[in-house]
């Protein structure tokens, strides 16, 4: 009896792992599949403590953007559009066509303006409909702005 429980457990641990390691993802396909689709800035705040991580205490002053300022729409082609409705509100996606990647396991993102310029920085998913983007290419006061889009 102790020797067949023995030989099950092992069975059991050689099934469990197998599928474990045969599970195994690609990189950048989760974060890339989830930001394909039209987002809109819905906030924005800044990286106060200039570590580059998405604090609780800075998320709670974030202020609130009530009208679309911008959109950006992220293609499957690994292309997107970046529209600026406000006067003038500068970001990393610039304002029109840009390329980008994604990498899920560094959450980072490198977007390529048509302007020819290029920024790798921090991609976060708040939840799945929320992604917070820290914009180092326009500080205040030195701290980058977290940019925060919600889907549309």
């Not at 092992?10 to 989760?30: E, G, N, P, R």
Request: glycine share 4%; with cysteine.
């Amino acid at each position: 009896m102790k020797r067949s429980y023995i030989s099950l457990s092992a069975s059991l641990l050689l099934i469990i792992s197998s599928v474990f390691t045969s599970c195994k993802k690609s990189d950048d396909v989760s974060v890339t599949r989830a930001l394909i689709d039209d987002w809109k800035l819905s906030k924005i705040g800044l990286d106060i403590n200039k570590n580059g991580l998405l604090d609780t205490a800075e998320r709670s002053a974030f202020f609130d953007i009530n009208y679309e300022a911008m959109t950006i729409t992220f293609n499957e082609d690994k292309t997107g559009t970046s529209v600026v409705k406000a006067y003038y509100y500068p970001t990393i996606f610039g304002n029109g066509n840009f390329q980008w990647h994604s990498d899920d396991r560094a959450q980072m993102i490198t977007v390529n303006s048509r302007e020819g310029t290029s920024h790798t920085t921090k991609l976060i998913f708040i939840d799945f409909n929320t992604i917070a983007v820290l914009d180092n290419s326009l500080a205040v006061y030195g701290q980058s702005i977290w940019n925060v889009y919600t889907r549309k």
